[in-house]
């Protein structure tokens, strides 16, 4: 992937530099974890993170990756995944005064979404996973479960499926609970993001900057912009972003460059813009790793 070579020559501290980062030469600055692929990694300072070559299944970059840890809105990547493992695009989904409701008391981001619309599954999915929306996550796990509950078991059962042992969901949206959080790796969801990009509907959303719907006499008329700001440099696919106190900032991304989709996984950022900066440098790296 061609992402600004010429400004991620020096990875390590250019990207602290352009950042914002940077401290005087004689400030302590907290050196970042050693990564598993030493040579030229770029620093990366989430508290975990993982890159992999989804095209062969090889790893590329590991830190903490095994940690279990907070993950915060990347959880409904499992949610949309799961959503398109039983439902039709063209099915479509009454929205209820309680899924609004869930997302106002919940403290989450919501895609505005108006009791008594009918949408289609298709079209809900943008408003789960471009503006994050708890409320679209609510009503796809109400529906689908059937029941929030059954849903989320079935979350877990599918996270199983695929291998991913250090994952326990709670919810579809990934917000706080009184009765605790959920809890991924790096890794597993790498894994996950993986496999939900095989799914033709989940990548075209999830790639998408701003989707609108029409109204009709179905629903009201609705605009999404999605929250990942990789979207626009060239070769990027996605995925999700998230942010709770608890998990700090969180992404899972990807991008596709001469024939090689890398998917990776950043948890426990504190600040929002390096995530996406990091990112962006583990993807131009890793790909002359994978080509290697």
């Known amino acids: 992937m061609r992402i600004r070579k010429a400004r991620l020559a020096a990875v390590g501290g250019a990207l602290a530099l352009a950042t914002g980062l940077a401290a005087p030469a004689y400030a302590q600055v907290s050196a970042p974890a050693v990564a598993t692929v030493r040579q030229q990694a770029p620093a990366v300072y989430a508290n975990a993170a993982y890159l ?73 999915l943008y408003g789960l996973m471009l503006p994050s929306g708890a409320d679209a996550a609510h009503a796809l796990a109400r529906t689908y479960g059937p029941g929030v509950k059954g849903f989320v078991a079935k979350m877990n059962a599918t996270a199983r499926e695929l291998g991913m042992k250090d994952t326990e969901y709670v919810n579809a949206d990934g917000l706080p609970t009184p009765d605790g959080d959920g809890y991924s790796t790096a890794h597993d969801q790498t894994v996950l993001a993986a496999k939900a990009l095989q799914v033709p509907l989940i990548k075209q959303v999830v790639g998408t900057r701003y989707h609108s719907l029409d109204a009709n006499g179905e629903h009201g008329t609705y605009g999404w912009r999605n929250t990942n700001r990789l979207l626009g440099t060239p070769g990027a696919i996605g995925v999700k972003t998230g942010f709770t106190r608890a998990a700090g900032y969180t992404l899972a991304f990807a991008g596709e460059q001469d024939g090689h989709t890398l998917v990776g996984v950043l948890l426990g950022e504190s600040d929002s813009s390096r995530r996406f900066d990091t990112a962006e440098a583990l993807l131009s790296w890793g790909e002359a790793r994978a080509a290697a």
């Open 52 to 124: 992999m070559d989804a095209s062969s299944g090889k790893e590329l970059f590991s830190k903490n990756a095994g940690d279990r840890l907070p993950i915060a809105s990347v959880t409904k990547t499992m949610t949309a995944y799961l959503v398109m493992k039983t439902a039709k695009p063209t099915d479509v989904v009454q929205i209820k005064r309680e899924d609004v409701q869930y997302a106002e008391d919940g403290g989450g981001t919501t895609a505005d979404l108006q009791p008594g619309d009918r949408i289609p599954v298709g079209e809900l």
